[in-house]
């Protein structure tokens, strides 16, 4: 039977049984944490906050602990799973340049089943919470969410026929992404209520089967394998096989002129600093409304969770619209930052629910970098390059991801005992230097709308001819 080139499914399906997990996460880590402090049952309430019932002096010294411990916990799992994470990734990512994409989306499907599996096992035999450490290490050694995302996204980029479809296809990607994610933390809080933790644990593991089922049987692959070089069968495959990753990671950047290695740098640079500020203030947001004056509860983090994926639904159209009109990427980018700044400083000064809710509205366009950056990038190099540009993508996002964590976690549990929205203001703050570097290429006047041009590759797997694209933004 012949497969079919449609990689969204398998994006689908991920987020939806990833992120049914991931704001779980928090909550089963605090619920946790709290009985292991308190020696007592975590405080349920159907109301929309316990706060006006858990008000008195010992109650919020309880809730700051817990709230410290809890991050704690998360830069420890971080922290640990970093590494392999980000040599998985690198050396995946770069060999599906050679080996395929699909080698690339499995193996992190593999090691996410192996992170929920044990998850279940903790929360169905109620064994020591920090054995989640060991479980992030574990589905590490299979890469991660970044592994995942670098080999669709390469895989996209591999069947976009030109520059503005591939920029509309890596934001549809981004929005199912968004949307699916919503949906499943909605989910999470009614299963929380109706079930405990056990059955998102297990649903979450049936749509990762399926996923794993739709990517080996179904999904075709783009890469086809080169024959072997008959001249090069006394090297080791093994050894043939990193060198080529490395080299092709090398190439990207070692190649071109001085202006193209500028311009690759400035904005790989932005991503990277926008998904800092991006990782970390949003990875806070179910804390902080886990915390004093909101003190919401599983229902109401579900609802603000799914209410967040219309800046997913917003921000796709945005960039279709922007598109559409032929507006220069760079200018999305921009508005795209201005609108995480805006909505990072009305967090900062929420303290009523309602207000909770309404700064998602600043944020709706707080999208649209994301995918707009990885299509000007993806747009400067080869066809052949894809692989590798996506690795470096990745392993920057892993690498970004952990430090990010880890360092809002730090400042977060410093400050929350005096002013918990301390940290939104520092994310805010810290777009203002990838900003910067997008306005330079707005006065730099780089053009990113030429079309994509196709590049030989000789017998060996190498590239015999990679400036056309380069060539096109000088």
């Known amino acids: ?75 420890y799992s971080e922290l640990f799973s970093a590494i392999p994470s980000f040599i998985v990734t690198i050396l995946l990512v770069a060999y599906s340049d050679r080996g395929g994409r699909k080698i690339a989306i499995i193996m992190p499907v593999i090691g996410t089943l192996l992170y929920i599996s044990g998850l279940l096992a903790i929360s169905y035999f109620e064994l020591n919470i920090y054995l989640t450490i060991v479980c992030s290490v574990v589905s590490s050694l299979f890469g991660g969410f970044g592994t995942f995302l670098g080999g669709c996204f390469a895989y996209v980029a591999d069947i976009s026929k030109n520059e503005h479809q591939k920029t509309i296809r890596l934001a549809g990607v981004d929005m199912i992404l968004g949307v699916l994610a919503g949906v499943a933390s909605l989910s999470t809080g009614y299963f929380l209520k109706a079930a405990g933790f056990n059955w998102p644990f297990i649903t979450s593991l049936v749509g990762l089967l399926l996923l794993l089922l739709y990517v080996i049987f179904v999904l075709e692959e783009t890469v086809k394998k080169a024959p072997p070089d008959a001249s090069r069968l006394d090297t080791p495959p093994q050894v043939s096989a990193i060198k080529q990753m490395f080299y092709s990671i090398y190439h990207v950047f070692a190649s071109g002129d001085c202006r193209f290695r500028t311009i690759l740098i400035m904005l790989l640079v932005a991503f990277i600093i926008f998904a800092f500020a991006d990782i970390g203030g949003v990875s806070l947001i179910t804390l902080y409304e886990l915390n004093e004056p909101l003190c919401w509860t599983s229902i109401m983090i579900g609802y603000g969770s799914a209410l967040s994926t219309t800046v997913f639904l917003t921000s796709f159209f945005g960039v ?30 929420t303290k009523t629910t309602e207000m909770m809710f309404l700064v998602r509205i600043p944020m709706l366009l707080a999208a649209m970098p994301f995918p707009v950056l ?89 590239f015999q001819d990679q400036n056309d694209n380069r060539e096109a933004i000088n």
């Open 1 to 75: 039977m012949k497969g079919v080139y449609l990689v969204e499914p398998a994006v689908g399906l991920y987020s939806f049984s990833a992120f049914l997990i991931f704001p779980l996460m928090q909550q089963f880590v605090y619920r946790r944490l709290w009985e292991d402090i308190t020696n007592t049952t975590y405080p349920e309430f159907d109301n929309v906050t316990r706060c006006v019932k858990n008000s008195s002096s010992n109650e919020t010294n309880h809730h700051e602990e817990v709230q410290k411990q809890a991050s704690l916990l998360s830069l």
């Open 320 to 349: 279709m619209a922007f598109s559409y009109c032929k507006v220069p990427q760079t200018i999305i980018v921009m508005v795209g930052f201005l609108s995480f700044i805006l909505g990072m400083i009305m967090v900062s000064f």
């Open 374 to 462: 990885r299509s000007m990038m993806s747009k400067i190099v080869s066809k052949a390059e894809q692989g590798a540009l996506f690795a470096c993508i990745s392993c920057s996002e892993s690498i970004t991801n952990t430090l990010s964590i880890a360092a809002f976690n730090s400042i977060y549990a410093a400050t929350v005992g005096w002013y918990s929205g301390l940290i939104f203001l520092l994310s805010a703050g810290l777009c203002i230097i990838p900003s910067i570097l997008i306005g330079i290429l707005i006065v730099m006047r780089v053009d990113f709308s030429s079309k994509d041009k196709e590049v030989p590759i000789d017998e060996q797997g190498l």
